[in-house]
């Protein structure tokens, strides 16, 4: 089984910043794309940062859009968070994930189907970010 473990997380005042990293073995190579969600306690799971493997192709949630940049790491296998002017509304838990199954479930624009949970197949167990006023 394929692990990814994601570090980084911690605690930081706002308008810090934070780099995220996931350990991915094999899957910036094998993977359809990669991305970023954050889960906030009583929300539901977000994508924030996405990033087809192949393409470079990369997509950033609007709230997050200037601030958070994902980029991989082919040589050593590794997805990368970097988040900046980081606010408070930025507390979550962290998760790295990958498609690695080749077909999509529904048939969305790019850049929507990039956030869909659902359309991941491989999870880290999260890290936890809290930003404080």
């Known amino acids: 089984q394929v692990q990814m473990v994601e570090s980084g997380g911690g605690s930081v005042q706002a308008g810090g910043s934070l780099r995220l990293s996931c350990a991915a073995s094999?899957?910036?190579?094998?993977?359809?794309?990669m991305a970023w969600f954050r889960q906030a306690p009583g929300k539901e799971r977000e994508g924030v940062a996405g990033?087809?493997?192949?393409?470079?192709?990369?997509y950033y949630a609007d709230s997050v859009k200037g601030r958070f940049t994902i980029s991989q790491d082919n040589a050593k296998n590794i997805l990368l968070l970097q988040m900046t002017s980081l606010t408070t509304e930025d507390t979550a838990t962290y998760y790295c994930?990958?498609?690695?199954?080749?077909?999509?479930?529904?048939?969305?624009?790019?850049?929507?189907?990039?956030?869909?949970?659902?359309?991941?197949?491989?999870w880290g167990q999260g890290t936890q970010v809290t930003v404080s006023s």
């Open positions: 994930a990958a498609k690695v199954g080749g077909a999509w479930r529904e048939i969305l624009p790019e850049h929507v189907r990039i956030f869909k949970v659902a359309e991941y197949d491989r």
């Open positions: 990033i087809f493997t192949k393409s470079g192709r990369t």
């Open positions: 094999g899957l910036t190579h094998s993977s359809v794309c």
